[in-house]
């Protein structure tokens, strides 16, 4: 309770200086005989994004005007939208944001990638600084969203444990757990903090398949997050993120209930064959929901290709389901084992319509400079899956297609500008062409048999209507 009461303290004295701002303005425009007004940006920004006296990015020097200008427009451009499931509406007007100090300098990292590379260290060790200003003292909502963003553009996947404990320490995970309690009242502050805590599991599903979740009891949060779609303060991104979260808590399932041990067994037993198959079969009735079923309000992005955002978390989930076949296998037993060959060769094909997908992506290739720290975990997913998987399963696959797409993985890698992990996988190319005395085709050739295809690859098929 006295927290609480503190908190309340503290915003009433934030209301008190707004206030007080405000009526020094009205006394100077007075005597000039001027109206004032505000901007829809500030009626708009409310608690989440307040005005600070005491920060201007670029009065503290981190930028200068014209830089933050341009910094600012190149991800209000093309960076705002990357991340399908983060509110879009976190991102104010230039003049509103660049008085947050993370978020204003966090919107600088990213974008430094693409229009001044040189000061991106600059601008990270500057977020560093901010960051560690929140090891202790009180800290907001909007501090947390500009972490999230930072961990998920950097690749920092060590920051990700200290985010949840802050969102805990915050009480985003409160506010989910009430978002299914009819008996309280949504406001716009608990759906925006469960909102918060939804995006953080969001990415804890995707970047800790192998590794342990930073969100302790995960699966018990997700069947509340519908609750989002029926709340007065419901956004557009809120079904974008119910759908991604419908599909990695699959993944997440298959994580929980299948234990490493029943995989290494010479044959898969009946019973993980039957959760195996019906996982597989619960990713493809989830991607149908979405393409068929789901109210189009989830789709609020302009651009045409975007109707296949999808396609890559499908393919990728499809790979970790089936691919979970191939654990702790050895190549001299699994042609014996039937149907783990087919599992695995299933995983392959997914692993191959994620390349190529986004191989095929002019967008997602452009993007490649500035978001390979996000964009690409699906990519050396999908790669080092394939390495390991042609080892066991090469006789049961086409492996010409497969090496093919795998080159076509070495070329986004290095197009992201990873030279050196482009370099590995073409030296393990050239050793597995060796091994299965197979050629690849003409770069040349498989683009020619890919544009032949046309658009059928962004053409959403009905996966149960066949």
């Given at each position: 309770m006295d927290s609480l009461e503190e908190r309340h303290q503290k915003e009433l004295r934030e209301l008190q200086s707004a206030v007080s701002r405000l009526c020094d303005r009205l006394e100077s425009t007075a005597e000039n005989g001027?109206?004032?007004?505000?901007?829809?940006?500030?009626?708009?920004?409310?608690?989440?994004?307040?005005d600070t006296d005491s920060f201007d990015i670029v009065r503290c020097g981190t930028v200068t005007e014209d830089e933050w200008?341009?910094?600012?427009?190149?991800?209000?451009?093309?960076?705002?939208?990357?991340?399908?499931?983060?509110?879009?509406?976190?991102?104010?007007?230039?003049?509103?944001?660049?008085?947050?100090?993370?978020?204003?300098?966090?919107?600088?990292?990213?974008?430094?990638?693409?229009?001044?590379?040189?000061?991106?260290?600059?601008?990270?060790?500057?977020?560093d600084k901010i960051v560690s200003t929140t090891f202790s003292g009180a800290i907001d909502l909007y501090t947390v969203q500009a972490m999230m963003l930072l961990a998920a553009w950097t690749g920092r996947h060590r920051l990700w444990g200290y985010i949840s404990s802050v969102a805990v320490e915050l009480g985003l995970n409160m506010a989910a757990?009430?978002?299914?309690?009819v008996s309280v009242e949504h406001t716009a502050e608990l759906v925006g903090s469960a909102r918060t805590w939804f995006s953080l599991c969001c990415f804890d599903l995707m970047i800790n398949l192998n590794r342990p979740f930073v969100v302790y009891s995960i699966m018990d949060?997700?069947?509340?997050?519908?609750?989002?779609?029926?709340?007065?303060?419901?956004?557009?991104?809120?079904?974008?993120?119910?759908?991604?979260?419908?599909g990695f808590s699959i993944t997440a399932e298959a994580k929980t209930q299948i234990a490493n041990a029943e995989l290494q067994l010479n044959s898969l037993s009946d019973s993980v064959d039957q959760r195996l198959t019906a996982l597989d079969q619960k990713i493809d009735r989830w991607f149908y929901h979405i393409n068929n079923s789901?109210?189009?309000?989830?789709?609020?992005?302009?651009?045409?290709?975007?109707?296949?955002?999808?396609?890559?978390?499908?393919?990728?989930?499809?790979?970790?389901?089936?691919?979970?076949?191939?654990?702790?296998?050895?190549?001299?037993?699994?042609?014996?084992?039937?149907?783990?060959?087919?599992?695995?060769?299933?995983?392959?094909?997914?692993?191959?319509?994620?390349?190529?997908?986004?191989?095929?992506?002019?967008?997602?290739?452009?993007?490649?400079p500035y978001s390979g720290d996000y964009n690409l975990v699906t990519t050396y997913y999908a790669i080092e899956f394939m390495l390991k998987a042609l080892e066991v399963a090469s006789g049961a696959?086409?492996?010409?297609?497969?090496?093919?797409?795998?080159?076509?993985?070495?070329?986004?890698?290095?197009?992201?500008?990873?030279?050196?992990?482009?370099?590995?996988?073409?030296?393990?190319?050239?050793?597995?062409?060796?091994?299965?005395?197979?050629?690849?085709?003409?770069?040349?050739?498989?683009?020619?048999?890919?544009?032949?295809?046309?658009?059928?690859?962004?053409?959403?098929?009905?996966l149960l209507d066949r």
């Open positions: 001027c109206g004032v007004s505000l901007s829809n940006d500030e009626l708009l920004a409310g608690p989440q994004v307040r200008e341009e910094l600012y427009n190149f991800f209000d451009e093309h960076c705002r939208t990357v991340i399908a499931f983060m509110d879009d509406q976190l991102y104010s007007a230039a003049h509103v944001i660049r008085k947050q100090p993370l978020m204003a300098t966090v919107i600088c990292v990213i974008a430094s990638k693409a229009v001044h590379p040189e000061k991106y260290t600059t601008y990270l060790d500057a977020a757990s009430k978002l299914g309690d949060y997700l069947p509340v997050a519908s609750q989002l779609l029926v709340s007065p303060h419901c956004r557009p991104v809120d079904y974008r993120l119910c759908a991604y979260l419908q789901m109210e189009p309000l989830y789709q609020t992005f302009a651009k045409k290709q975007d109707r296949n955002r999808f396609m890559v978390p499908y393919a990728f989930l499809k790979i970790y389901v089936n691919g979970l076949a191939l654990h702790g296998k050895v190549s001299q037993h699994v042609s014996a084992d039937t149907d783990r060959v087919a599992f695995i060769e299933k995983a392959l094909d997914s692993a191959c319509l994620l390349l190529q997908t986004q191989f095929e992506s002019k967008e997602f290739r452009q993007m490649l696959v086409n492996c010409g297609l497969v090496l093919s797409r795998l080159r076509q993985g070495a070329q986004l890698l290095e197009e992201a500008g990873a030279a050196e992990s482009a370099d590995k996988v073409r030296d393990e190319l050239h050793m597995l062409e060796q091994v299965m005395r197979t050629s690849l085709p003409p770069e040349g050739l498989v683009a020619d048999l890919d544009q032949a295809a046309g658009e059928s690859l962004f053409d959403i098929p009905n």
